[in-house]
């Protein structure tokens, strides 16, 4: 089992890292440093070229992710069948895993188009999202118990919203910078070419706006979320170090989106926003599980659903 819950981890950290070097590929112009696919110049290793090396280490990579989501798949469907919620999730990661790879490939023959650079990320959002989960419930354990309280309910919700907006905020982001509106304004955290939101200034200036404007529902959601787990008793030291965690990286973020801009958008600070804003993303998934299940203290229990569950075990137990 511990070396099952190492396999998730690792390949949650690798596709966050595949990510990071998605953004590179994009950051440095080299998303037709091969211009065909799976190939690269007709050959199956780039030429010493830097463009055609850094889109060659993401393809590199995301082969890599690739292997570890098949072993890890096929782990479950062996080790871990009685296992439902495992099952599942690592049954549609398969296919998640093909749409995100044909997505990379349609990306490149139709030469970098802004939408479906923007629905790629999302798929790889959506995977490391998955693969998150994977790794959330292995690492509870297979005795992990549901916490189905009206509080741990609530507190499900508010993460889901969370996560829900810090998604919409890196898709927005992502759009942003496909479209080269991420250029459109020159000073922060106001904006030189648009002082007045979506009424100064063109369409690229909109689409910038929206971005900052997403990012500070974010941070209200996050806000949110941080408040809801304060006022909670009982909860665990984990959960509360998941959320904390979420609060300075998101604070992280906003500094390195304004740090785009008084950098003169610099490739590393570009590369680390969207690398941070990704792992708000997966913390906030991890929050989740959190919130909803507790680990198994002893043995391998089968999944209970909820505290009565939890306790008739107890009582059988005892009898």
């Given amino acids: 089992m511990r070396r099952y819950q190492t396999l998730t981890i690792v390949t949650v950290l690798l596709t966050l890292l595949l990510i990071a070097i998605g953004s590179t590929v994009r950051t440095t112009g080299s998303g037709l440093g091969c211009p065909d696919w799976p190939l690269c110049h007709g050959r199956p290793y780039p030429p010493l070229e830097r463009t055609a090396i850094i889109e060659y280490s993401h393809r590199t990579t995301a082969a890599v992710v690739g292997l570890l989501v098949l072993v890890q798949s096929i782990w479950t469907f062996v080790s871990f069948r009685r296992d439902r919620v495992l099952t599942w999730l690592a049954a549609i990661s398969l296919p ?40 959330g419930f292995a690492n509870l354990g297979p005795g992990r118990t549901r916490l189905d309280s009206a509080e741990r309910r609530g507190l499900a919700r508010v993460t889901l919203i969370a996560t829900a907006v810090t998604g919409i905020v ?7 910078v496909a479209t080269g509106a991420g250029y459109a304004c020159s000073t922060w955290p106001s904006c030189a ?47 509360h170090r998941g959320v904390h965690t979420v609060i300075g990286l998101y604070a992280l973020q906003i500094l390195i989106g304004a740090g785009n801009i008084w950098t003169g958008f610099a490739e590393a600070v570009r590369v680390s926003h969207l690398l941070v804003g990704s792992t708000i993303w997966t913390v906030l998934v991890l929050v989740w599980v959190m919130s909803r299940y507790r680990p198994e203290t002893t043995g391998h229990a089968p999944v209970q659903e909820s505290h009565g569950a939890a306790r008739g075990s107890r009582r059988r137990a005892r009898a």
């Fill in 193 to 239: 070419q648009a002082q007045i939101p979506f009424f100064s200034g063109g369409r690229l200036q909109d689409i910038h706006w929206l971005h900052r404007f997403t990012v500070a529902l974010g941070a209200g959601t996050i806000g949110w979320l941080f408040l809801y787990v304060q006022q909670m008793s009982g909860v665990g030291r984990m959960l």
């Fill in 96 to 135: 998640l895993l093909g749409l995100q790879a044909y997505l990379g490939r349609v990306t490149v023959q139709r030469e970098l188009p802004p939408e479906v650079v923007a629905i790629h990320l999302c798929t790889a959002l959506i995977l490391v999202a998955l693969l998150g989960l994977i790794a």
């Fill in 170 to 176: 890196l898709v927005i982001g992502a759009y942003t």
